[in-house]
C-alpha cells in the first residue's frame, strides 16, 4: 500500500482557518492516521485558545481487509470480466481456477449481464457479452475511503456491507474550530516564555527571541480572595468618605502612648477610661518619652489650671501618666495626632477619615469584643455648625442606605456639644446606636495651636454593630474571630441594597 501522508501544523491551521472540520473526516480526506491528527490538535492546543475541539462520536464506514483488496485491485466481477479473452472466451473452468473469488465475480457479472456462458465443442466457455464496463463497486469504495460518502446511496452501503466490503463503527473524533489566539503561524507560540536564571547568568537572553505577551487573554477566575463581610463593610465605607472628599488618616499604630489617646484630648487623668479595667497597657516598653515638649507643657497647663477661657480640672497633672504605653482605645487618638500636625504645618481646612481597630479591657458577650474597628472621621474649617455635624450624617448614612436618624445630647471630656447618633433600621424596625460625636472643645484645640476660630467636628462609629445588623447575625464571633463560616463569606452577595 501507498505511504501515508504527514500532516504539518501550519497546513492544519490553514485548513482550520478556512472552515470547521472533524478529525476524522481530515484524516480520511487527507489519507492520514486519525491517531496524527489528534497528536496535532493536542500538540496545539498545548500552546493556548488557538484552536478549540469538542468531542464526538461519529458514524463511519471503514473499508474490510477484503474492501481495500477490491480498492486495489478492483470488484471480483472486473477481474472476472476481464480474465477473460475478448476474442475467443475462456473456458469456465480455467477461469474458476485462476482468479480469487471466482465464483462470487462470475455470478455478479453474470447478473450484471457483463459476460454469457455457452458450449463450444462440448466445453463451457465463457464470452464477455459489453465491451467495456465501468467498475462501480471500485468508484464507490474509493469514495467511502475517502469519507465522501455524501453521494453514496443508502443501498450501495447495504449492498456492500452485504459483502463484506466495508463495516460501520463508532469512532471518537473531535470537531475543531478557532480559538480566541487563532493564527496561521504559531512558530512564535513555540518561543521560551519566561527568562530563566540561566539565561540571566549567561546573558544568553539579550539575543534570545521571546514568546510574545498576550496581552488581550482572559485571566483565571480566581477560587478564593472572596471578601469577609467586615471588610466589604469597610471598603463601602471608605468609598463614601472617599466620594465626600475625605482623606484617610494613617492608622498603623495599634501600639499609642496615653498622651495621643487620652491627656491631648483634655481626658483627666483620673478618668475612669484610664483605668486598667478599660484600657490596656503594655509593659515592654512600658513608655513613650519623645513627645513635642511645648505642647506637652501647654496641655499640661490646660490641664491644671485652664487657660482659653476655661478652668481647667484643677488636679496635679503628671507626666508619668502620660507617658503610659497603651493599644489605643479609640482612633481619636489618631484625630489628635493629625490635628496638631495639621497646627504645626500652617493651618488649611481638611477633611480626614479612618477605618481600624482599637482595643478595650472590656468583659466580651455576644456583642461586645476586647477589639474592634472604629470609623473616625473629622472635619476643621472656619465657620462650622453642629447642622453641618448633622448635614454630613445625613449625606453619609444615606450613602449607606439609612435614612432616618436621630440625635441625643451625650458626653465626651473633648467635645461639646456631644451627639449621640441613632439609624432607624427599616428591617428590625428599631432605632440603633451607630455612634458617637461632637465639637472638639477649645481646651483640646488651642493648646495644639490651632487658629482661635476654627472649628473641628468629629465622630466616631462602629464598623462591627451596622454589619452585624446587616447580615442578621446576633453574636459578634460570626463576625470577628478565628472560627469563621467560610460557606459565609464564599456566598454572601458582593454587595446589598438593604440595610
Ligand atoms: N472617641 C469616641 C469613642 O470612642 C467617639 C468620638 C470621636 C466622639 C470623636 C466624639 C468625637 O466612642
Known amino acids: ?74 470488484s471480483h466481477e472486473f477481474m472476472a470480466y476481464n480474465f477473460i479473452n475478448p476474442d475467443q472466451g475462456t473456458p469456465q473452468q480455467e477461469l474458476m481456477k485462476s482468479i480469487p473469488n471466482a465464483k462470487v465475480g462470475f455470478n455478479k457479472a453474470m447478473s450484471l449481464g457483463w459476460i454469457r456462458i455457452e458450449k463450444v465443442a462440448g466445453i463451457a466457455t465463457v464470452f464477455r457479452n459489453v465491451d467495456t464496463v465501468t467498475d462501480n463497486v471500485q468508484q464507490v ?22 459483502r463484506k466490503l466495508i463495516v460501520e463503527s463508532l469512532i471518537k473524533s473531535y470537531f475543531i474550530s478557532k480559538g480566541d489566539e487563532f493564527m ?33 487573554a482572559k485571566g483565571n477566575l ?23 472628599g475625605f482623606s484617610e488618616m494613617p492608622t498603623n499604630n495599634f501600639v499609642e502612648c496615653s498622651f495621643w489617646n487620652f491627656d491631648a484630648l483634655f481626658q483627666p487623668q483620673q478618668h475612669p477610661a484610664r483605668d486598667a ?39 496635679d ?28 504645618d500652617g493651618f488649611k481646612p481638611a477633611k480626614y477619615f479612618s477605618i481600624d481597630r482599637v482595643f478595650r479591657n472590656e468583659t466580651m458577650d455576644s456583642t461586645h469584643l476586647v477589639e474592634f474597628h472604629q470609623v473616625e472621621g473629622v472635619v476643621a474649617d472656619y465657620n462650622l455648625t453642629l447642622g453641618h455635624l448633622i448635614g454630613i450624617f445625613a449625606e453619609f ?67 462591627e454593630r451596622p454589619i452585624m445588623i446587616k447580615y442578621g447575625f446576633d453574636n459578634i464571633r460570626k463576625l470577628v474571630g478565628h472560627k469563621q463560616d467560610m460557606e459565609m463569606i464564599y456566598n454572601n452577595p458582593i454587595c446589598r441594597l438593604d440595610f
Open 397 to 463: 448614612f444615606k450613602k449607606l442606605g439609612i435614612e432616618k436618624l436621630r440625635f441625643k445630647p451625650a458626653y465626651n471630656p473633648y467635645t461639646e456639644p456631644s451627639l449621640e447618633i441613632f439609624g432607624y433600621h427599616e428591617g428590625n424596625k428599631t432605632w440603633i446606636e451607630v455612634g458617637n460625636s461632637g465639637v472638639f472643645r477649645p481646651e483640646m484645640l488651642l493648646p495644639m495651636g490651632l487658629p482661635k476660630d476654627v472649628v473641628v467636628l468629629a465622630w466616631g462609629l462602629s464598623l
Open 1 to 74: 500500500s501507498k505511504p501515508k501522508m504527514t500532516l504539518q501544523e501550519g497546513n492544519f491551521l490553514a485548513l482550520v482557518n478556512e472552515k470547521n472540520i472533524t478529525s476524522l473526516l481530515l484524516a480520511t480526506q487527507l489519507d492520514i492516521d486519525h491517531q496524527d491528527v489528534i497528536g496535532i490538535i493536542k500538540s496545539i492546543q498545548s500552546l493556548g485558545d488557538v484552536i478549540r475541539t469538542e468531542q464526538m462520536e461519529e458514524n463511519m464506514w471503514t473499508l474490510t481487509q477484503e474492501g481495500n483488496g477490491v480498492l486495489e485491485r478492483g
Open 184 to 216: 496561521l503561524d504559531i512558530s512564535p507560540l513555540r518561543l521560551p516564555a519566561e527568562i530563566t536564571a540561566a539565561m540571566l547568568a549567561s546573558n544568553a537572553w539579550k539575543q534570545m527571541e521571546f514568546k510574545p505577551l498576550n496581552l488581550r
Open 317 to 344: 497633672w503628671k507626666i508619668g501618666e502620660a507617658q503610659k504605653n497603651i493599644l489605643r482605645t479609640h482612633t481619636t487618638a489618631v484625630s489628635a495626632r493629625m490635628l496638631y500636625k495639621l497646627a504645626q
Open 277 to 315: 479595667h478599660d484600657t490596656f497597657f503594655i509593659s515592654d516598653p512600658p513608655l513613650t518619652t519623645d513627645l513635642p515638649q511645648e505642647y506637652v507643657e501647654r496641655v499640661k497647663r490646660v490641664h491644671e489650671s485652664g487657660g482659653y477661657g476655661s478652668t481647667g480640672y484643677k488636679y
Open 141 to 162: 469504495l474509493q469514495m467511502i475511503s475517502t469519507g465522501n460518502i455524501a453521494s453514496v446511496g443508502g443501498d450501495m452501503l447495504k449492498n456492500l456491507k452485504g
Open 222 to 244: 480566581p477560587q478564593g480572595g472572596h471578601l469577609h463581610p467586615l471588610l466589604k463593610g469597610r471598603a463601602q465605607m471608605r468609598q463614601i468618605f472617599i466620594e465626600m
